[in-house]
């Protein structure tokens, strides 16, 4: 095996034992073990079990928000990016569960705040910009982008956390689901919203 077949190998290897049982519970051992190498072949590849972690971490951070930049990256109305975008995240946790799982499970060093919640701010931001120019145009306040853009990531990326377990119903069910109460809530947005708690 070359070095970087090696490499992709135990990063295969040690995405599989970080979904399952997380940074802390998995020992360098286990992962040599099931490589069928030596602890210092993985030293030698990432300098540690945190190292092998971070590249895990950073290789499905890319992985994921290439798809949702990609879903996002074609023009097209601001309902088919909501479509295009729910379905890159509901593809990438059906294609790359575990993946997906230690995204939203544990914080790397070299992201304190959390993979997932950084790729989510990157998202946002996408997001941001096509709800404001949306907003813009219907006579709404532009500014409002940054917080609506906020709550519809949120939505989707809270349900894709439950549709991970679930995988039920189908991810383009989901999907639709997700665009039906987004789209049609903002369809009726209210210029001043007002909370009516009498």
Known sequence: MTGPQRRLQLVGIGRGLFAAKGLDGTTIEEVAAAAGVSKPVIYEHFGSKEGLYRQVVESEFRILLDAINNSLAEEAKPRVLVERAALALLGYIEDRTDGFRILVRDSPPSQPEGAFATLLSHVTARVEHILSDEFSRRGFSADDGA??????????????????????????????????????????????PELRDQ
Request: proline share 2%; aromatic share 8%.
């Open 147 to 192: 917080m609506y853009a906020q709550m519809l990531v949120g939505m989707v990326a809270m349900t894709g956390q439950w549709w991970v377990d679930n995988r039920a119903p189908d991810k383009r069910v989901v999907a639709a689901h997700l665009v039906n109460l987004a789209w049609n809530g903002l369809t009726g947005l209210q210029k001043e």
